[in-house]
């Protein structure tokens, strides 16, 4: 018996790059879609209105996806391997905001009140500034973890921006609400920046602290409880919070604030009981405050009870208490829109006056694109939440781990706290809806939220770079009988 043995000699290959491949294909594809949609909407209204199609639409379809293509070519340059779909649901978001801010725009109405009028096209405008800070920080910004230096800085230009309204001279008082400052003509709302620079001086200082806090000393009723010590940091930040409630009478931007900072928490330390008190917390501070703030007063009292107030507001009751029409206003929009709405531009939401177009523009939408297109919008918000969710579990450092969970976190409690109290669910903030409502400040800064969150994205999907080869393992001997 015999056997015979043969030699065969292999090259062993270089192995290539490990990771995922860019998807930036699947996001220009996705920018076609969210920038048709609201061109088409843009259409409808046009022969809702007037029997014919708007002579804006060819420029407003133009300049959105030249803002749009813009922004992809960035990043698809600075940011190959970021989330898809960021870019496209703010992009629709963007666009469909346009398209209900210049329905509201033809309002006789709204017009004679000096609420509407070419609020469009200055919409667009704070859009092309928004996709411009957007490039910015892509372009600048090329490893997030370069802000945890600034953990303090950012602690102390965060308070500045909440102070300025405060400031004799410079802030205005706009309804009832000290949260604007006036530099001319021009008016900024700071509190909207503040959000992303509290982000930023919250996810440096809990990474560094996240082990103390994670501390329990006792267990009670099921909760592990917190050191005494370590209640500082949360005792601060709520009484920041309760300080912008009393001295600039803003409850969403407190509840904003607030609720960030604990969401963090919760994150940084996995213990349930930093949710717990973060809720009693808020709630002994919104209760407090409102005891002695008539302008709290006015908006919890519109939420209990939004018709008696209608009928006050219309009957021209003097009895000390401002009376708002608004809150019942809205209730009625999303009634009459039923499940598939009245169609765009066929609906009466100018009704709700001076903060139609900003504080109530969902109930546009509630009225003319019905239950289901509030699914829609509230679906896509939830998309975006998802997709910053998902970025913050894929990156490979706490502190951007942290960052995008506060910044997701922060814009789900604005879709939070705007749309319940359009709807009724709670009272009332004065804030305004990302993307969607009328204001350049609001706008302008939820651009740069998401141009952090694709950065943050893009090093977290990043594939790691290929093995160096080794010399010794260029031939190897296949030994075969």
Do not use: C
């Not at 600048?140 to 500045?160: C, E, N, P, W």
């Not at 009981?273 to 808020?282: H, K, P, Q, R, Y």
Request: net charge positive.
């Amino acid at each position: 018996m015999s056997s015979s043995t043969n030699a065969t000699t292999h090259h062993t290959s270089t192995i290539g790059s490990i990771g995922t491949p860019s998807r930036r294909n699947t996001e220009l594809a996705l920018l076609v879609f969210a920038v048709a949609i609201p061109v088409f909407a843009y259409a409808n209204v046009g022969l809702a209105i007037d029997n014919k199609v708007p002579a804006g639409l060819l420029s407003y379809g133009v300049g959105l996806g030249l803002l749009a293509g813009i922004g992809h070519l960035v990043v698809r340059k600075f940011a190959p391997y970021a989330d898809p779909l960021l870019l496209p649901l703010a992009t629709l978001l963007n666009g469909l905001g346009l398209v209900a801010i210049w329905r509201l725009d033809q309002s006789k109405l709204l017009q004679s009140i000096d609420v509407a009028g070419d609020k469009a096209s200055k919409q667009l405008i704070y859009t092309a500034m928004g996709i411009a800070l957007f490039v910015a920080v892509l372009v600048f910004l090329k490893d997030h973890r370069v802000l945890q230096r600034y953990t303090y800085i950012s602690m102390a230009g965060a308070l500045v921006l909440l102070l300025l309204p405060l400031v004799p001279g410079l802030g205005a008082d706009v309804f009832g609400a000290k949260i604007w400052i006036q530099i001319g003509s021009f008016t900024i709302q700071p509190g909207e920046f503040a959000k992303i620079v509290l982000a930023i001086f919250f996810a440096g200082y809990l990474m560094v602290k996240r082990d103390a806090l994670a501390l329990a000393s006792r267990r009670f009723m099921g909760l592990y409880l917190p050191r005494g010590r370590d209640l500082g940091p949360i005792l601060v930040v709520w009484g920041i919070s309760i300080l912008i409630l009393v001295f600039e009478t803003d409850l969403g931007t407190s509840l904003l604030f607030f609720g960030m900072f604990v969401i963090m928490l919760y994150v940084a330390t996995e213990r349930t009981s930093w949710i717990v008190f973060g809720l009693l917390m808020s709630a002994v501070g919104a209760v407090g405050v409102a005891s002695f703030e008539p302008h709290i007063q006015t908006r919890v009292q519109a939420w209990l009870n939004p018709l008696g107030e209608y009928k006050a507001s219309q009957a021209g009751v003097k009895d000390g208490i401002v009376h708002s029409e608004q809150a019942m206003q809205a209730l009625w929009a999303f009634g009459s829109g039923g499940t598939l709405g009245t169609g765009w531009g066929q609906g009466h939401s100018e009704l709700i006056r001076f903060a139609a177009n900003s504080d109530f523009i969902l109930a546009t939408f509630g009225e003319e694109l019905g239950l289901a297109g509030i699914m829609a919008i509230l679906l896509i918000y939830g998309l975006i939440v998802e997709r910053g969710v998902r970025t913050a579990l894929a990156a490979r450092d706490p502190f951007g781990k942290l960052l995008a969970i506060g910044l997701s976190g922060a814009f789900a409690l604005q879709v939070f706290v705007v749309a319940g109290g359009v709807m009724g669910l709670i009272p009332l903030t004065g804030m305004t809806m990302p993307f969607l409502a009328y204001g350049g400040s609001s706008v302008i800064a939820n651009w740069a939220l998401i141009g952090i969150l694709i950065r943050i994205s893009d090093t977290a999907r990043r594939p790691a770079p290929s093995p160096a080869p080794n010399p010794d393992a260029e031939m190897t001997q296949v030994v075969r009988p």
